[in-house]
């Protein structure tokens, strides 16, 4: 037997006990993936201390991505439409605002003209 069917024998579909609550393989990935969105704010917040100004700095976003993906399989396994929604609709607008960092970062490398917001 290799270890991913080992995983698979003595995780899927069952619970455990430990400190009290149930654990499982889709608890574990909730929290993972919990932990990492949450640990972009975390990024930010000491970003933004040692620049002594609000700056969202880009690995805000890879974070963004990648915990909205684990909680999206997260929500997908539980079967939650919303949960699953919400996260797929928020992992589009953190791909979205990479490109655009990544155009723009482009353009600078060009000397190109940032194009003009306007409001």
């Known amino acids: ?3 991913l069917t080992w995983i698979a024998v003595t995780w899927l579909g069952e619970r455990h006990r430990f400190l009290g609550l149930d654990w499982n393989y889709l608890v574990i990935l909730g929290f993972v993936g919990q932990f990492i969105f949450g640990a972009r704010f975390l990024v930010q917040w000491i970003v933004s201390e040692r620049k002594k100004r609000s700056v969202v700095p880009v690995s805000f976003w890879y974070l963004s ?11 997908a ?10 996260q797929l ?3 589009f607008v953190y791909v979205r605002n990479l490109s655009i960092i990544r155009k723009s970062r482009h353009a600078y490398e060009r000397n190109e003209p940032e194009p003009e917001v306007k409001s």
């Open 1 to 3: 037997m290799n270890f």
């Open 65 to 75: 991505i990648l915990g909205g993906i684990l909680l999206g399989l997260y929500f």
């Open 77 to 86: 396994f539980r079967r939650d439409p919303v949960g699953l929604a919400g």
């Open 89 to 91: 609709f928020g992992t």
